[in-house]
């Protein structure tokens, strides 16, 4: 250390890989990622913020009000009333700040000891009612969503501490706010304490959050953005651009993008990403912890919530999702590579590869409904099941891999009757080559049945299952996709998208001597378990090698040490025939 400079500042689990500053070059070269962005609506105009800004603050005293109501009719003293407090916490992009525009805005609701969850779902939504604000209300048993017109959908939790009062400054992170509180507060709380927990432990908040609207760009421009399908969230992208930061504190956007990439092709999954050390509060809550949970040992893809109680955030990842994403993390280190060198620009990572040209076999899953309410509700029930039927597909020894497009897709009008309300995803397939291909069947109806059987008994067992509700999947060949599909989609030439294979840049598969496969559309058996073998190593040596031609830089080795102590449903797309 020189003489009169502060010692180092250590982020995360491990020393950094490097403490370069950032050079000219890299500065323009994060301007120009930074305007290769805005095409996309990554960034809130200044009006939209300062309407959200405001709305939120009318929401807080909307908050405060309330909660002082309901202390009158519980017979505090007037003095306790006065103080009683309440505030609005906010969560998720909004909170990271790298929410886009028009986005919901995920927000909690705290309150005193005294006011009851039954209040919040009841008083509380009956005063919303009231408010001329407020476009569209809803409730279901965990958050209150709210519509507002000049502010987009807010999507509202609730949880009370064990405080006689909320003063405006409550700071969440201390563990001991969690003591002597119900579950559903904690998982409420949780929330709020992950996100500042990230905030807290990345280098320099600016250079994450351009970095983070980057990567959640190119994850959702690539098809690999769905927590609920088995890929990532954005809580779990945020932890692993923050896990970037903390190993390049001192990089600009550019640079970190870029490191981003080398460093997740290269890890060694499933070892862990920790943010920070996991901590036990002694509060004897359940966490991540495969030394004690026989479950959490099966986990593919681990990525670690730094607040207590620590969490896998990723615990839907299958070896399918996971293999998809590793090849995702190599095709992003090459164009990196090509931009640094000036051999491309930052528009190339962002092009969608064609789903549609990737594979010769398709699974085509259709879900029906006779209205427009119904259908809302039905769609929302079997895209968060697909990740059941690709795991049923995984464990079918003739299936090396099962990738489904996070994108819905309208019915076609021709092939749907009137009055019918459809949406379709499409699961790519890749056969394993056996011999004497001709003399094997493969059949599918019971990884299908077993998987239309779980969605429809949990329909039955929330009272959703309606008459019209309906499930089919059909097997088809790539050159049949244009029976479902708009021709541009289906037809396209040029080839952009990332080959899964098990080299960079290989070629798919041949499969000229596929085997028969037998599928059949299924209405309605028993589930199959969805079964993931990994190993965790609590202690790895990783080398994180710079991929050539860069060369700028030595060959980088760090250990990490891993110490381990230890899900919003979205609508598909619909239309009406």
Not at 328 to 352: A, C, M, N, R
Not at 362 to 382: D, K, M
Not at 549 to 555: H, K, L
Request: glycine share 6%.
């Amino acid at each position: 250390m020189h003489g009169g400079q502060q010692p180092q500042k250590h982020y995360g689990i491990t020393s950094s890989i490097s403490m370069a500053f950032p050079r000219e070059v890299d500065h323009q070269y994060t301007h120009k990622l930074s305007e290769a962005m805005k095409p996309f609506g990554v960034f809130e105009d200044e009006d939209e913020l300062n309407h959200r800004l405001a709305v939120l603050g009318k929401l807080n005293t909307f908050v405060k009000e309330w909660i002082a109501e309901i202390s009158e009719t519980k017979n505090l003293p007037p003095s306790a009333i006065t103080n009683v407090g309440g505030k609005i916490f906010t969560f998720g992009s909004y909170r990271l700040g790298v929410h886009t525009k028009g986005a919901d805005i995920d927000a909690l609701c705290v309150s005193p000891r005294h006011v009851e969850r039954t209040d919040f779902f009841d008083s509380f939504f009956a005063k919303l009612k009231l408010h001329e604000e407020i476009k569209d209300l809803r409730v279901s048993v965990i958050k209150v969503y709210l519509l507002c017109l000049v502010a987009g959908q807010i999507d509202l939790l609730f949880a009370r501490l064990a405080l006689q009062s909320i003063p405006d400054n409550l700071d969440l992170r201390g563990d001991s706010h969690l003591r002597n509180l119900d579950i559903r507060c904690i998982r409420s709380l949780n929330g709020c304490r992950v996100t500042d927990e990230i905030l807290y432990l990345v280098p320099n908040k600016e250079n994450f959050r351009l970095t983070l609207r980057a990567i959640k760009l190119w994850a959702k421009r690539r098809g690999i953005y769905s927590n609920m399908l088995g890929f990532l969230g954005g809580v779990s992208w945020a932890m692993l651009v923050a896990r970037t930061c903390q190993l390049y504190p001192n990089a600009v956007a550019a640079t970190l993008v870029h490191k981003f990439f080398l460093v997740f092709s290269k890890w060694e999954w499933p070892n862990p990403v920790l943010l920070k050390q996991p901590e036990d509060s002694n509060l004897n809550l359940p966490v991540w912890d495969p030394r004690v949970n026989p479950s959490d040992r099966y986990h593919l893809m681990p990525i670690i919530t730094p607040a207590y109680p620590q969490q896998n955030s990723t615990y839907n990842v299958s070896s399918s999702t996971r293999t998809i994403m590793s090849e995702e993390f190599k095709y992003g280190l090459s164009v990196t590579d090509d931009i640094l060198q000036g051999k491309t620009d930052w528009s190339k990572l962002f092009q969608p590869p064609n789903f549609f040209l990737k594979y010769k076999h398709y699974i085509v899953l259709t879900a029906s409904a006779s209205t427009e309410e119904n259908q809302l509700e039905w769609i929302g029930l079997v895209e968060s099941k697909i990740r059941v039927l690709v795991g049923n597909l995984e464990r079918n020894e003739y299936i090396t891999l099962a990738h489904v497009n996070p994108t819905s897709f309208p019915g076609n009008k021709e092939s749907c009757s009137e009055n019918e309300f459809v949406s379709m995803w499409f699961i790519g397939i890749i056969f394993k080559k056996v011999e004497n291909a001709e003399s094997v069947n493969i059949d599918l109806t019971y990884d299908i049945q077993s998987f239309t059987d779980t969605v429809y008994r949990q329909a039955n067992n929330i009272n959703m299952l309606k008459d019209g509700m309906k499930i089919e999947a059909t097997h088809v060949k790539k050159k049949q996709l244009h029976q479902y599909l708009p021709v541009e989609l289906v037809q396209r030439k040029k080839r952009v998208g990332w080959m899964l294979s098990s080299g960079r840049g290989s070629r798919l598969h041949s499969f000229s001597a596929i085997p028969c496969l037998l599928l059949n559309p299924i209405s309605r058996a028993l589930p199959s378990a969805l079964v993931l073998n990994a190993d965790i190593y609590l202690f790895k040596e990783i080398h994180l090698n710079k991929s050539p031609p860069s060369g700028a830089e030595p060959e980088l080795q760090r250990r990490e040490f891993q110490a381990v102590l230890s899900r919003r449903q979205s609508a598909g797309q619909f239309q009406r025939h």
